[in-house]
């Protein structure tokens, strides 16, 4: 996962509070990353 990458999810995360209670609701980093990629953003653990 390049920094790009991570800070464009972090964007969405900040301006989306239904994806922000998904991820707090996540039980594991696979969750996450599953989320994540939903989203357009594919990075691994």
Known sequence: MSKEQLKAFLDKVNGDTSLQ?????AKSQ???VSIAKEHGH????
């Open 21 to 25: 209670d998904r991820l707090k609701a």
């Open 30 to 32: 696979d969750e996450v």
């Open 42 to 45: 594919d990075f691994g653990t």
